[in-house]
């Protein structure tokens, strides 16, 4: 049973640019939500893609954009790449309607994608 | 705004010692509480989970503390190994109506290193 994957793993881009990045949930979840971890820090939610819409979104400016297909994999886009920007983009899915008990993993992230900006 | 911080960045433990990881929230409206373990050039892992209607929970050579009177919650592991050696975050969430999981609000980390 294959978890979350991310594609790439690793990226390097100049200012100004944009970035895809890709992410396949875990099989049999709905929901993915993306994160942005820059170094030395905890994971920062920029938003969350449900039945091909953003149900819930992060302090992240609008240069921050995303996707969900009806497979349930999900896209982040970022338009005019900021130094910033640097860090690796956490992907995390989860399913939703799911009673929850003790014991439900709430999430289960990728390796995440390595995002470089020079 | 909401925040999940801890009390130490780092620790170091040796072999078979116990090791406890401090962290203190603010949002008092969380009810859902988790204990991520990250090791280098990897995702976060789900270690232990705990809701608010409890005060402690026990997993394998793991326990979970949630104190709500001053909004701290602990990672205890038992017997610590090497292979234990990681970053430790702790984060917060809403479950929104019982069937779905929102934002997750993540500490700065914990540095657990473990020495043979």
């Known amino acids: 049973d294959a978890g979350v994957t991310q594609s790439p793993t690793h990226l390097i881009k100049t200012r100004g640019q944009q970035v895809t990045l890709r992410c396949s949930p875990k099989s049999g979840h709905d929901t993915v939500s993306w994160y942005q971890q820059a170094l030395g820090q905890g994971p920062q939610f920029i938003f969350q893609y449900y039945e091909e819409e953003e149900r819930q979104r992060g302090n992240f400016p609008d240069r921050f954009s995303g996707h969900q297909f009806p497979n349930y994999s999900s896209e982040l886009n970022v338009n005019a790449l900021l130094l910033g920007d640097s860090a690796l983009y956490l992907c995390?899915?989860?399913?939703?309607?799911?009673?929850?008990?003790?014991?439900?993993?709430?999430?289960?992230f990728g390796d995440g994608t390595r995002l470089s900006i020079l | 705004g909401e925040s999940v911080g801890l009390h130490l960045p780092t620790l170091s433990v040796q072999e078979g010692d116990n090791s406890i990881i401090n962290c203190a929230y603010s949002?008092?409206?969380?009810?859902?509480f988790i204990w991520y373990k990250q090791e280098s050039g990897k995702g976060p892992q789900f270690i232990i989970d705990?809701?608010?209607?409890?005060d402690k929970r026990q997993g394998q050579r793991v326990t979970v503390l949630l104190n709500k009177t001053v909004k701290h919650l602990s990672l205890q592991i038992a017997a610590t190994q090497p292979g234990d050696s990681a970053v430790y975050f702790c984060a917060e969430t809403l479950v929104a109506g019982g069937t779905s999981y929102g934002k997750l609000t993540f500490g700065q980390g914990t540095i657990l290193t473990v020495h043979p």
């Open positions: 995390a899915s989860s399913r939703t309607g799911t009673a929850l008990v003790n014991s439900n993993q709430p999430q289960h």
């Open positions: 705990i809701r608010s209607n409890m």
């Open positions: 949002n008092s409206a969380s009810d859902y």
